[in-house]
């Protein structure tokens, strides 16, 4: 079995910072990509920021600049908000795309899910 366990959320006034972390446990190979996703009430979910085992980023235009995605190690990372605004608030979700094995193949997974409410 595979669990991506997020923590971190909370709720921090505009302009604060808040660090959510990611890890991953369970019969894990390795780790290809890993992602924040986030999901407001009534929204769907979008990408925040992602970032591969040779630790290429990408983020999504609305948090560029504020922001930082990182990998602490192979199965564990990062997201280190900044400057924070109340359109930030949503659940944060952790993926990612996880190989098992040659048999297992690759399959994405999905943590939980934190919240992180931005007050104005």
Do not use: H
């Not at 983020?59 to 564990?76: C, E, L, M, P, Q």
Request: hydrophobic fraction near 35%.
């Amino acid at each position: 079995q595979v669990q991506l366990v997020e923590s971190g959320g909370g709720l921090v006034q505009a302009g604060g910072s808040l660090r959510l972390s990611c890890a991953a446990s369970g019969s894990i190979f390795s780790i290809n990509r890993m992602g924040w996703y986030r999901q407001a009430p009534g929204k769907q979910c979008d990408l925040v920021a992602k970032i591969t085992s040779g630790g290429t980023t990408i983020y999504a235009d609305s948090v560029k600049g504020r922001f930082t995605i990182s990998r602490d190690n192979a199965k564990s990372m990062s997201l280190q908000m900044n400057s924070l605004k109340p359109e930030d608030t949503a659940v944060y979700y952790c993926n990612a795309e996880i190989f098992r094995g040659i048999i297992s193949g690759f399959d994405g997974y999905w943590g939980q899910g934190t919240q992180v409410t931005v007050s104005s």
